[in-house]
């Protein structure tokens, strides 16, 4: 039986964090265990060009993406992974698919919407590239066939346009794509040290993957817990502390039992209950990072070593499709 076409991809803006890790790439590693299912990861290299452009920037967390990827488990044998720069039959299936994109589809978009807003009130370009955005992740789903796609909810938009456009595509020129599934985890929401929203780098309230026991010890002894508890006496409501939704994530159940009954109570003070959480956040980081540095001893070359063969193995896949694509539309390569 042909295995399932897995496909998701990560920009290259900054460290990775516990956000990533417990939304989203946790969830990448069990994919990429099953058999029955071959995983692309791609880091997007040029979608981050619409919001970042110095090139060092780029090119260093790229890098140290990779490494991380293989950290937390998964198997750059197993799995192909590649940066989106590597595959330029990409761009060129992305033009192909803009011309069957209307712009109306385009500016009603989520994410354009809050992009172009944010920059009009910073007083910066809004890039074409912001635009067009969708396209391009388009072409990244349908250049390798991909059949599922495990996304964030902020991102659905962009999927259910990208099986517009390959239901479209198959109406005009004949089945070509298949009409990718939204693959969907169990919906975690990680929330910010700052108790205003989730954790993202854009919000700087992130404990990084790399960060040391003494660092998240100095983020969680400053997060903000439930603020209507002032006085160590005073009862609290877990529910309205944000670094309870964190221990309902990483803390085990006899622990997030105490934890909820002594803030409720008032029997546990916010800094014992910060204490658990820094423990537990440790434990879950100790062998990420131990592999991590494991992974400096193979020199700074390993991740673009990684890059190059995961770019070759997927520009393989993806250059056919665009063959094939060029060809139906009347484009071929003479």
């Known amino acids: ?79 192909v992974i590649f940066a989106q720069s590597s595959v330029p039959e990409t761009s060129e299936l992305n033009w192909l698919l803009a011309c069957l994109t209307s712009v109306a589809e385009l500016e009603k978009m989520p994410h354009f ?26 072409a990244d789903i349908l250049g390798p066939l991909a059949n599922m796609v495990p996304v964030g909810e902020d991102q659905h938009p962009h999927v259910e346009l990208t099986r517009d456009i390959a239901r479209r595509f198959n109406i005009l020129y004949g089945d070509t794509f298949p009409v990718p599934e939204l693959l969907e985890g169990e919906a ?40 209507a508890r002032v006085r160590r006496s ?17 803390s085990a159940d006899a622990e997030l039992k105490d934890v909820h009954a002594g ?22 980081l100790a062998p990420i990072q131990a592999k991590r540095f494991e992974l400096n001893e193979k020199g700074s070359k390993y991740a673009i070593e990684i890059l190059h063969e995961g770019g070759k193995r997927a520009r393989k896949r993806i250059a056919v499709t665009v063959e094939n694509v060029k060809e139906k539309m009347g484009v071929p390569l003479y």
Do not use: W
Not at 234 to 250: E, I, K, M, R, V
């Open 234 to 250: 005073d009862t609290g409501n877990p529910f309205n502390c944000s670094l309870y939704a964190l221990h309902q994530l990483l």
């Open 1 to 79: 039986m042909d295995k399932k076409i897995v496909l998701s991809g990560i920009r290259a803006t900054g460290k990775l964090h516990l956000g990533n890790y417990l939304g989203a790439m946790k969830y990448f590693v069990q994919l990429s265990e099953d058999k029955h299912k071959q995983c692309f990861f791609f880091i997007a290299n040029l979608h981050t060009l619409t919001t970042r452009m110095d090139p060092r920037d780029i090119v260093r967390d790229l890098k140290e993406i990779v490494l991380t990827y293989i950290s937390i488990g998964i198997n750059p044998e197993s799995s």
């Open 113 to 138: 919407k809050e992009k172009k807003d944010m920059k009009e009130v910073l007083h910066e370009t809004v890039n074409v590239g912001l635009l067009t955005y969708p396209v391009l992740m388009a």
């Open 188 to 227: 975690i929401r990680v929330p910010g040290l700052d108790g205003k929203g989730k954790m993202g780098k854009s919000n700087q309230n992130t404990i990084d993957l790399m960060d040391s026991p003494g660092e998240v010890l100095k983020k969680i002894s400053r997060a903000v817990t439930d603020t």
């Open 263 to 284: 803030c409720a109570s008032a029997k546990m003070g916010c800094v014992d209950c910060k204490k658990i959480l820094v423990k537990n956040i440790n434990q879950l």
